[in-house]
């Protein structure tokens, strides 16, 4: 079973080389996806020094088009048995992926790292009421048990979620795929993670993005 590891990376030059290391010591069958996301800093140079290794796969676009852009386009370039999303900034630790990969074996046809199931360190009370109200609203619009719709780690099986299915450009694209499992009759198996926010004046998600997920979980809902 081969595994396609995606991580989107945008301005992430003081982690990007960290979750390189460490995704590629998984000693599984792999390839790894980094998605250059129109970075200005060092992001890219330090992707190049991974190059000589065979399962990286880099990418690179111009101009910054947003995380779930990003994203897509990696789905459209992975060739594993299953998909998972790595985030470049180490907010989730790259040894929870095993775990993960574990439910995919035994059945289960996607798996979300949880982190309210797990456990966290640092999240503000600000971002945690907004993941909170999002997985409440998940619940209540799918009738679905999920008690963190936002996490950034979630995998699952190919074809499983249709990247040519997905619009989303930024980061509403964590409800768009959670809406495409759910609304395919597939459920959605969760296992507890360790998670360790970032400073909050380095957060990339704002606010505003919190409001914009819950538009478009109604959106999907709806459509």
Same mark, same amino acid.
């Given at each position: 079973?081969?595994?396609?590891?995606?991580?989107?990376?945008? @301005?992430?030059?003081?982690?990007v080389g960290e979750v390189l290391k460490r995704v590629l010591a998984l000693p599984l069958k792999k390839e790894v996806i980094v998605v250059d996301n129109g970075?200005?800093?060092? %992001?890219g140079r330090i992707i190049k020094k991974f190059a000589s290794n065979p399962e990286?796969?880099?990418?690179?676009?111009?101009?910054?088009v947003g995380k779930g852009h990003a994203i897509r386009e990696?789905?459209?370039?992975? %060739?594993?048995?299953?998909?998972?999303?790595?985030d470049a900034d180490l907010e989730y630790p790259p040894e929870e992926i095993p775990k993960m990969l574990?439910?995919?074996?035994?059945?289960a046809d996607a798996v979300y790292g949880s982190r309210f199931k797990g456990?966290?360190?640092?999240?503000?009370?600000? @971002?945690?009421?907004? @993941?909170?109200?999002?997985?409440?609203?998940?619940?209540?619009?799918? @009738?679905?048990?999920?008690?963190?719709?936002?996490?950034g780690y979630k995998m699952f099986r190919r074809g499983v979620?249709?990247?040519?299915?997905?619009r989303a450009d930024n980061f509403e694209i964590e409800p768009e795929i959670t809406a495409q499992i759910v609304r395919s009759g597939r459920s959605i198996r969760e296992i507890p993670i360790d998670y360790f926010a970032r400073p909050t004046?380095?957060?990339?998600?704002?606010?505003?993005?919190g409001f914009i997920a819950l538009k478009w979980l109604v959106k999907c809902r709806f459509e």
């Open positions: 079973m081969k595994l396609s590891i995606l991580i989107p990376a945008y @301005n992430e030059e003081k982690m970075s200005v800093d060092g %992001t990286l796969v880099p990418m690179r676009i111009e101009k910054n990696a789905m459209a370039k992975a %060739t594993g048995d299953v998909i998972v999303i790595q574990k439910e995919i074996r035994s059945g456990k966290i360190n640092g999240m503000s009370l600000t @971002n945690r009421i907004g @993941n909170l109200g999002l997985s409440l609203a998940t619940r209540l619009l799918y @009738n679905v048990d999920i008690s963190d719709v936002e996490t979620v249709d990247w040519r299915k997905l004046g380095e957060k990339k998600i704002r606010m505003k993005d």
